[in-house]
């Protein structure tokens, strides 16, 4: 007889997984939630029904190749943080508040303890984005994945009252851009990341002078979630377009959240790039657009208001805790000039 085991699947160690999840997945609960810790979820929007036309908005992402240092450095319980903020951030720039998560996880062999961590930065994740982690599901791939590794990708639905999407069509030249500070390089770019460090265990623990910490603590600081100071700030001042920088940058990112006929001025003098992006620069000898075309930059988020409510906006994203910068503004034309 072979069994299931036997293949190098054991789904005891799947049973022991779940329990150890529960108490982080609870923890993003709220009153709308009806069921959990199933293969689907179930999520009231009885405190949505005063809104006149609600609609839905879903986005989808995972980490890329971050993980890589995460397996290296067997460090697990951050990544999820990074899953749940490249689905939350993209949902919440079209104005959205996120409401419910749903992860998954493949890994070559489930080791109980370290989906509990993954799980519990999941959990993290969806607590600092304001939504439930309402089901999931974990794959055990033997001989799929090499050993120590595994994908976490995940699913964000959120609400927004029509007559306050963020669509970006309001947008006019002129209209002044606001940066939002990153935590760090997020999740984006890590292909040309891993080769500038590589993936030596001792070299990337190594403490930096010029980074003034570890390197391993730079690559995986988790990416920061926008989601409740967006919301926030929308209350105060009228966003007209929001973009998360992401994969490609600002030249890439920034203009799909403009609409056609408008460019934009980023003036790089206007903030100060952060160590990393500065060693990564010279390091790759990447020339400023391919800089800005690649990575953040120091920038997570950019935020586009009418010229006279510029400082309004400072202020009030610096209220909510975010570092704040104007850092260009939109003209005609297309693209973006850095």
Same mark, same amino acid.
């Given at each position: 007889?072979?069994?299931?085991?036997?293949?190098?699947?054991?789904?005891?160690r799947?049973?022991?997984?779940?329990?150890?999840?529960?108490?982080?997945?609870?923890?993003?609960?709220?009153?709308?939630?009806?069921t959990?810790?199933?293969?689907?979820?179930?999520?009231?929007?009885?405190?949505?029904?005063?809104?006149?036309?609600?609609?839905?908005?879903?986005?989808?992402?995972?980490?890329?190749?971050k993980?890589?240092?995460?397996f290296?450095?067997?460090?697990h319980?951050?990544?999820?943080?990074?899953?749940?903020?490249?689905?939350?951030? &993209?949902?919440?720039?079209?104005?959205?508040a996120?409401?419910?998560?749903?992860?998954y996880?493949?890994?070559?062999?489930?080791?109980?303890?370290?989906?509990e961590?993954?799980?519990?930065?999941?959990?993290?994740?969806?607590r600092?984005?304001?939504?439930?982690?309402?089901g999931?599901?974990?794959?055990?791939m033997?001989?799929?994945?090499?050993?120590?590794?595994?994908?976490?990708?995940g699913?964000?639905?959120g609400?927004?009252?029509?007559?306050?999407?963020?669509t970006?069509g309001?947008?006019?030249p002129? &209209?002044?851009l606001?940066?939002l500070?990153?935590?760090g390089?997020?999740?984006?770019?890590?292909?040309l990341v891993?080769?500038?460090?590589g993936? &030596?265990?001792?070299?990337?623990?190594?403490?930096?002078?010029?980074?003034?910490?570890?390197?391993?603590?730079v690559?995986?600081?988790?990416?920061?979630?926008?989601?409740?100071?967006?919301?926030?700030?929308?209350?105060?001042?009228k966003?007209?377009?929001?973009?998360?920088?992401?994969?490609?940058?600002?030249?890439?990112?920034?203009?799909?959240?403009?609409?056609?006929?408008i460019?934009?001025?980023?003036?790089?003098?206007?903030?100060?790039?952060?160590?990393?992006?500065?060693?990564?620069?010279?390091?790759?000898?990447?020339?400023r657009l391919?800089?800005?075309?690649?990575?953040?930059?120091?920038?997570?988020?950019?935020?586009?208001?009418?010229?006279?409510?510029?400082?309004?906006?400072?202020?009030?994203f610096?209220?909510?805790?975010?570092?704040?910068?104007?850092?260009?503004?939109t003209c005609?034309g297309?693209?973006?000039?850095?």
């Amino acid at each position: 007889m072979i069994t299931y085991k036997d293949a190098g699947v054991d789904v005891t160690r799947g049973y022991k997984a779940l329990e150890l999840m529960k108490k982080h997945v609870r923890s993003t609960y709220d009153e709308n939630v009806l069921t959990g810790e199933g293969f689907g979820g179930f999520y009231s929007l009885k405190n949505y029904l005063g809104l006149n036309e609600p609609l839905l908005v879903a986005g989808a992402d995972g980490v890329g190749t971050k993980l890589k240092y995460a397996f290296i450095l067997d460090r697990h319980d951050t990544i999820g943080i990074d899953c749940v903020a490249m689905c939350a951030n &993209d949902v919440v720039c079209k104005g959205a508040a996120p409401l419910i998560f749903l992860d998954y996880i493949a890994i070559s062999r489930l080791v109980s303890e370290k989906v509990e961590q993954i799980v519990k930065g999941i959990s993290e994740g969806c607590r600092q984005a304001g939504c439930a982690l309402v089901g999931g599901e974990t794959a055990e791939m033997p001989g799929f994945y090499a050993e120590g590794e595994y994908d976490v990708a995940g699913f964000c639905v959120g609400i927004v009252e029509k007559d306050e999407l963020i669509t970006g069509g309001e947008v006019a030249p002129g &209209d002044a851009l606001i940066g939002l500070a990153s935590s760090g390089i997020h999740s984006n770019g890590y292909s040309l990341v891993r080769k500038l460090f590589g993936e &030596d265990r001792k070299a990337i623990e190594a403490y930096s002078g010029e980074l003034g910490a570890k390197i391993s603590d730079v690559l995986l600081t988790p990416t920061r979630i926008y989601v409740k100071s967006i919301l926030a700030a929308k209350k105060s001042v009228k966003l007209k377009a929001v973009a998360h920088i992401t994969g490609g940058g600002f030249i890439e990112k920034l203009p799909r959240a403009l609409p056609k006929g408008i460019g934009c001025k980023i003036d790089v003098n206007s903030y100060e790039v952060p160590p990393i992006f500065k060693m990564m620069q010279k390091m790759a000898g990447l020339d400023r657009l391919a800089a800005y075309n690649t990575f953040n930059m120091g920038i997570g988020m950019v935020v586009a208001v009418d010229k006279g409510d510029a400082d309004r906006a400072l202020k009030v994203f610096s209220e909510l805790g975010e570092k704040a910068y104007i850092i260009g503004e939109t003209c005609e034309g297309n693209g973006v000039r850095v």
